[in-house]
């Protein structure tokens, strides 16, 4: 299905009537209704998905369509009735087109709604959870850490920290307090705070930016579309000044009646359109939207499909892809001589309860250490991902640090690292908490950190992950997984999961280079300690090598992963945010429902792929023939209602059919090289035995009605063959298809001979069609090689050019180090 966007006209509005709420209390119900009736609703500036009259409008309304009407009323001008049966098909097409695209948009639609991003805004006193469209100006809202920054905003009371690498650029995490601005499109880390929305709507700073953007950008397509739209538009450049000149040669040349001329060139027109080609490339990609919606996965991006049908590389973090999100306190560990069990579980448990929930991490802690706390804390660092630990202070004398060992230690991690790898070989997540002077709004401690003990959790592996990472090795997916766990940790439970290579693991604050970085992303398999920003880096490194990547997560600290990978899938239990930014989200937060996902991608992209093959075939021989008729000047064989029988038995039919078979196969090569590869051969032939035919019955004065009967044989016997060829291997369905479709074509020759315009041949007649026949066959199979020949010298060529690269370049750096 096409997903475009509309303009959003805003009406005129009144002046606001602002409010000035208290944090606690909000607006009063009849305060939101007046904004929302003045027009200061949060509407977001960019619908989805097409209306359903857009659908209509884009199927009916297109370049194409318009030649075909053109080329029918030049037909029924002429009184050339029986040769606008094509009409038929392209009715059929536009409606099939519609309705199909309908159909996936009420799927879409139902799984947006379930989908549809959420805010908890305060209104008389009570908390309620919004859709984001309906809160108004002046609401108050709660942002947490995963929650996405829906409008601008200001705070009013709490802390939080926010990274605003989605509008900015910079992945730098900002501490917000009391009167500071919040830009929508950002995102909390950590904290919570009430904040009153100060710009909703189109008057939002991120509306603005895609208001913006849209201006000097277009719509992103994928390769496959890209290069279907590209033969498009050249056919549609080509196919006018073809028509002229063959009117001309026609008309004025071969001195045809008018009749004769119109028809002929709409015979030629017709086959050089591939009017199913684009109808069959949206049906297949809006029926794939809608398998995958029935396994409860939403796609927000139809090209992101043809993505991940050539995905080569899945990165996935540890916790909630390879394990259960839920952690649970297996250990505690005392490291201190003058501290013991319950002392360390009576600090953690003022330590937790100055901590909101905000990760998985912490809510296991806290459900582990949830005697009553005894004491306030007077300042809080919320935990961060960049820094990968939280603090808390409860005195100017005692102030506590919980996090990763390695970050709070650092050079002196030594001290604990026995303790800690003998929990993390284990698998478990590894915490430290220790006693420092004080901490800096950045996150930066104060004194040295001193040990006091080590907390151990664990989350078990998903039962079903060791056969979905078979699934992916089997199919030629590496696999990286990318943590900000210990990397043993990491480690332990990748190899649980059967991932191959999964004890090549590293640390990465050892990548603290672009060069080890590069090289890292190549060698190792799993990645520890790795921060949001890193995260990032490994995925960009990966795709600089010339990898497709896919990205899955359900953290803020994989937000900038997610946006960086070729193709990005989230958890729908996970963050608010990442679900926003993601491609595709699994809506029951089930990663084993990532192989027939994969497969649903590998499906549609082979399956156009092949039918695309049909259509050239015909789109090749059209214009070649074309072509040559207009320089040697002899008149075009086919009839446009014959064309229309072979275009509707050999490619349209059998096409729809084969897009929706199953095929799991790797994609590789680039769609229309691959297209052409297979459709060359058969084009070529097609143009063989027509001209030779033709030479064949200028020498031995065959009639025109016996040589157009004659082509048309040849066109339906090479258009069965190049059917063959594109149907292996063969099944029970594909069998039945073809040969049923072989049936049809027999029948429609022997009952519709005078519909079609056939002509009963002679001796001499058959003798060329059986010549022409029996050479099909061979010829199909020379051009083949031959095209194998050419695909292979060119590539050779290609790879030594590398190489002198290459070697050119490896000398250069030797002689300028």
Not at 52 to 77: E, K, S
Not at 312 to 324: N, P, R
Not at 629 to 643: C, E, G, L, N, T
Request: glycine share 6%; proline share 4%; charged share 20%.
């Amino acid at each position: 299905m096409k997903i475009r966007r509309k303009k959003t006209e805003q009406p005129v509005r009144p002046s606001a009537v602002r409010f000035a709420p208290d944090p606690q209390q909000g607006l009063s119900a009849e305060q939101a209704a007046l904004h929302a009736k003045q027009g200061y609703r949060n509407t977001p500036v960019e619908p989805p998905v097409q209306t359903t009259a857009q659908i209509i409008i884009a199927n009916v309304c297109t370049y194409f369509n318009l030649i075909f009407f053109i080329i029918a009323f030049a037909l029924a001008l002429v009184g050339a009735w029986v040769h606008m049966t094509f009409l038929i098909v392209i009715i059929a097409n536009t409606a099939i087109g519609i309705i199909q695209e309908i159909r996936s948009k009420k799927v879409l639609d139902q799984l947006n709604l379930l989908n549809a991003p959420r805010a908890v805004a305060v209104r008389d006193g009570e908390p309620l959870s919004l859709p984001t469209e309906e809160l108004v100006l002046d609401d108050i809202v709660v942002f947490s850490a995963g929650n996405q920054i829906c409008a601008d905003a200001v705070v009013r009371s709490g802390e939080i920290q926010v990274n605003e690498a989605l509008i900015t650029g910079e992945s730098v995490e900002i501490t917000k307090r009391s009167g500071d601005e919040l830009l929508s499109g950002s995102f909390v880390v950590a904290g919570e705070c009430r904040a009153q929305l100060e710009r909703v709507g189109a008057d939002s700073f991120v509306s603005r930016l895609t208001l913006e953007s849209k201006k000097s950008r277009r719509r992103v397509q994928g390769a496959m579309m890209k290069s279907l739209t590209r033969l498009v538009q050249v056919i549609g450049i080509l196919i006018l000044p073809i028509g002229f000149f063959m009117i001309n040669n026609e008309h004025f040349v071969l001195q045809h009646s008018w009749k004769d001329t119109v028809v002929g060139t709409a015979a030629a027109l017709i086959g050089m359109i591939p009017e199913g080609l684009y109808l069959l490339t949206s049906v297949a990609l809006a029926v794939s939207v809608m398998r995958l919606a029935k396994k409860q996965t939403l796609v927000h991006e139809l090209n992101c499909i043809e993505t991940l049908a050539r995905v080569d590389v899945l990165c996935v973090d540890k916790t909630g892809t390879i394990t259960e999100n839920k952690m649970d306190v297996t250990a505690v560990a005392v490291l201190h001589p003058e501290w013991d069990e319950e002392s360390l579980s009576s600090v953690l448990s003022d330590f937790t309860a100055a901590m909101s929930g905000d990760n998985q991490t912490m809510k296991a802690v806290r459900a582990r250490f949830s005697a009553e706390h005894s004491r306030t804390a007077l300042k809080v660092l919320p935990f961060s991902s960049s820094v990968k630990y939280s603090a808390a202070a409860f005195s100017a004398a005692e102030c506590y640090v919980l996090g990763a060992p390695e970050f709070i230690l650092k050079e002196r991690f030594a001290e604990v690292e026995p303790a800690v790898r003998s929990f993390s070989e284990k698998g478990c997540r590894v915490l430290l908490l220790a006693q420092c002077d004080d901490f800096a709004e950045d996150g930066s401690l104060c004194g040295t950190p001193v040990p006091l003990g080590l907390v151990a959790l664990s989350n078990r592996v998903r039962p079903q992950a060791k056969e979905t990472f078979s699934y992916f090795t089997q199919q030629g997916v590496t696999i990286k997984v990318i943590s900000g766990d210990s990397p043993i940790t990491a480690s332990q439970a990748a190899l649980e999961a059967g991932i191959p290579n999964a004890e090549r693991y590293i640390d990465a604050s050892l990548l603290d280079t672009p060069e080890k970085l590069r090289d890292g992303a190549e060698r190792y398999t799993v990645f520890g300690r790795v921060t949001p920003e890193q995260k990032r880096k490994l995925v960009d490194a990966l795709k600089a090598a010339g990898k497709t990547v896919a990205m899955t997560g359900d953290g803020v600290n994989d937000v900038l992963a997610l946006k960086a990978a070729d193709c990005s899938v989230a958890m729908a239990s996970g963050s608010e945010v990442a679900c926003q930014v993601s491609q595709i989200v699994l809506l029951d937060s089930d990663f084993s429902a990532m192989p027939s996902v994969v497969a649903e991608g590998r499906r549609v992209i082979n399956n156009i792929e092949r039918s695309a093959s049909l259509f050239l075939v015909k789109n090749i021989f059209s214009f070649l023939l074309a072509l040559v008729s207009v320089f040697v000047a002899f008149r075009y064989p086919i009839q446009p209602v014959q064309m229309s029988l072979i275009s509707a038995l050999t490619i349209g039919a059998p096409s729809f059919f084969l897009a929706l078979e199953p095929n799991s196969s790797l994609v590789r090569g680039k769609f229309l090289r691959n297209v052409l590869y297979r459709a060359v051969p058969a084009g070529l032939t097609d143009v063989f035995v027509v001209l030779g035919a033709e030479a064949f019955a200028f020498a031995f004065a065959i009639p025109a009605a016996e040589l157009s009967t004659i082509c048309m044989y040849l066109m339906a016997l090479v258009g069965f063959l190049m059917l063959f060829r594109v149907s292996r291997p063969f099944n029970l369905n594909r069998g039945l298809l073809y040969g049923g479709l072989v049936t049809v074509f027999v029948f429609s020759v022997a009952l519709l001979g005078d519909l079609l315009q056939l002509a009963e041949l002679s001796l001499g007649g058959w003798l060329v069609f059986l010549v022409f026949a029996l050479l099909a066959v061979p010829v199909i199979s020379y051009f083949t090689k031959a095209l194998d020949w050419v695909t292979g010298r060119c590539r050779n060529a290609q790879e030594r050019l590398k190489n002198m690269w290459l070697r050119h370049v490896h000398n250069g750096e030797h002689k300028n180090p």
